[in-house]
């Protein structure tokens, strides 16, 4: 069995996550039990989600446990097989979390998942046509629920989620609006993406400057927030926010290091009868499905052109992900392994 390479959780972050939280470490890979499957990963997934995790705080998921492999998602190849469900060579996605091959049992139910890469290369199934396209499509569709000729605006507009909140709304005849950080990103959400607009929140000095920003773009007001950051971005959409708007509460990156996020007009809330609904899209297995089926489709049509981030090898990950936390990452950030 090959030599693993592994990043463990060694301690947990005091306000700002650092390299030094984490510890690399080898060893050896278990020989295969019945029904499992070894898969060398490909790709490593790098979510935001995973900061949370770090710390030993209440929350819809466990704490990552000290001592143990960063829990993540990942993208491979089965090289040995003890299930008869999967030969060497299938592509698999998993989570088979921060190393280089992982051994799977593989009758535990959503354990690995076949994946075609006929038409998706295999990286998008941890980005677009994965976890992050399914939270971008339930949040969308379930919560905010737009009506054609309806605004939309989501921040984050140029990661994993933003790009696919946007042209899921176009696709439902929606004003599609971005907030991003920086005009590259801002570019590549209107010219690639085919928002309708999109504003780089760092060019405006507080939330009165960036709503004015907004009110240019949003001539109608605003009547869906996809919500990825939470701070400045969401005081500025909610002072343009329409009767009865809805708010899908899917991130709030600006707090993960612990800083609290004060919100300064919940009274909007009530004034304009508004729905703030937060949701965790692995709570929502059903709609899965039917998410993928778009999703896919519009990937594979070229509706949907995901950017990645990509580092290269497992020792790049600390730093890739502390990049992600601060913007760093250019769409869905991602290690390649293999
Ligand atoms: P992204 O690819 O969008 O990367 C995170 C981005 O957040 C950064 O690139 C940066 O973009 C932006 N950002 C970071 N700090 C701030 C800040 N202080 N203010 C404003 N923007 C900031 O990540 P994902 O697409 O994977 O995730 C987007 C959000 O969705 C996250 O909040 C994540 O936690 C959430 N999520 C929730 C799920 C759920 O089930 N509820 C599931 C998956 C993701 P920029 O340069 O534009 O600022």
Same mark, same amino acid.
């Given at each position: 069995?090959?030599?693993?390479?592994?990043?463990?959780?060694?301690?947990?972050?005091?306000?700002?996550?650092?390299?030094?939280?984490?510890?690399?470490?080898?060893?050896?890979?278990?020989?295969?039990?019945?029904?499992?499957?070894?898969?060398?990963?490909?790709?490593?997934?790098?979510?935001?989600?995973?900061?949370?995790?770090?710390?030993?705080?209440?929350?819809?998921?466990?704490?990552?446990?000290?001592?143990?492999?960063?829990?993540?998602?990942?993208?491979?190849?089965?090289?040995?097989?003890?299930?008869?469900?999967?030969?060497?060579?299938?592509?698999?996605?998993?989570?088979?979390?921060?190393?280089?091959?992982?051994?799977?049992?593989?009758?535990?139910?959503?354990?690995?998942?076949?994946?075609?890469?006929?038409?998706?290369?295999?990286?998008?199934?941890? &980005?677009?046509?994965?976890?992050?396209? =399914? !939270?971008?499509?339930? #949040?969308?569709?379930?919560? /905010?629920?737009? @009506? *054609?000729?309806?605004?939309?605006?989501?921040?984050?507009?140029?990661?994993?989620?933003?790009?696919?909140?946007?042209?899921?709304?176009?696709?439902?005849?929606?004003?599609?609006?971005?907030?991003?950080? &920086?005009?590259?990103?801002?570019?590549? =959400? !209107?010219?690639?993406? #085919?928002?309708?607009?999109? /504003?780089?929140? @760092? *060019?405006?000095?507080?939330?009165?400057?960036?709503?004015?920003?907004?009110?240019?773009?949003?001539?109608?007001?605003?009547?869906?927030?996809?919500?990825?950051?939470?701070?400045?971005?969401?005081?500025?959409?909610?002072?343009?926010?329409?009767?009865?708007?809805?708010?899908?509460?899917?991130?709030?990156?600006?707090?993960?290091?612990?800083?609290?996020?004060?919100?300064?007009?919940?009274?909007?809330?009530?004034?304009?009868?508004?729905?703030?609904?937060?949701?965790?899209?692995?709570?929502?297995?059903?709609?899965?499905?039917?998410?993928?089926?778009?999703?896919?489709?519009?990937?594979?049509?070229?509706?949907?052109?995901?950017?990645?981030?990509?580092?290269?090898?497992?020792?790049?990950?600390?730093?890739?992900?502390?990049?992600?936390?601060?913007?760093?990452?250019?769409?869905?950030?991602?290690?390649?392994?293999?």
């Amino acid at each position: 069995m090959p030599q693993n390479q592994q990043i463990l959780l060694d301690n947990r972050p005091q306000g700002e996550a650092s390299a030094s939280n984490f510890k690399t470490i080898t060893s050896e890979t278990p020989a295969l039990q019945d029904g499992q499957v070894l898969v060398r990963h490909h790709f490593l997934s790098l979510d935001p989600y995973m900061r949370g995790r770090m710390n030993d705080a209440k929350s819809y998921a466990a704490p990552q446990p000290l001592g143990k492999v960063m829990q993540g998602g990942t993208a491979g190849e089965v090289v040995e097989s003890r299930h008869p469900k999967f030969q060497p060579g299938d592509k698999v996605v998993g989570m088979g979390g921060w190393q280089l091959y992982s051994v799977v049992d593989a009758n535990a139910p959503g354990s690995l998942r076949k994946v075609d890469t006929t038409h998706v290369p295999l990286s998008h199934y941890l &980005g677009a046509v994965g976890m992050p396209g =399914v !939270t971008a499509w339930y #949040g969308l569709t379930q919560v /905010i629920e737009p @009506k *054609a000729g309806q605004t939309l605006v989501v921040s984050a507009a140029s990661g994993a989620v933003g790009s696919a909140v946007g042209v899921l709304a176009k696709a439902r005849g929606c004003r599609a609006v971005g907030v991003a950080g &920086g005009p590259d990103k801002c570019r590549y =959400v !209107t010219e690639e993406l #085919g928002f309708d607009a999109c /504003i780089d929140y @760092k *060019a405006h000095a507080d939330a009165v400057a960036l709503s004015k920003a907004l009110a240019d773009v949003c001539p109608d007001g605003v009547d869906g927030y996809f919500e990825n950051v939470g701070g400045m971005v969401t005081d500025a959409v909610m002072l343009r926010t329409n009767p009865f708007a809805r708010i899908a509460v899917c991130g709030m990156i600006a707090g993960y290091d612990g800083k609290p996020i004060p919100m300064a007009y919940p009274q909007l809330i009530l004034t304009n009868r508004m729905k703030v609904q937060g949701f965790i899209v692995s709570e929502h297995m059903e709609v899965w499905p039917e998410a993928l089926k778009e999703l896919g489709q519009l990937v594979g049509s070229g509706r949907l052109r995901p950017r990645e981030s990509v580092a290269q090898g497992l020792d790049a990950a600390p730093e890739a992900f502390l990049g992600m936390l601060k913007g760093r990452n250019f769409g869905k950030q991602l290690v390649k392994l293999a």
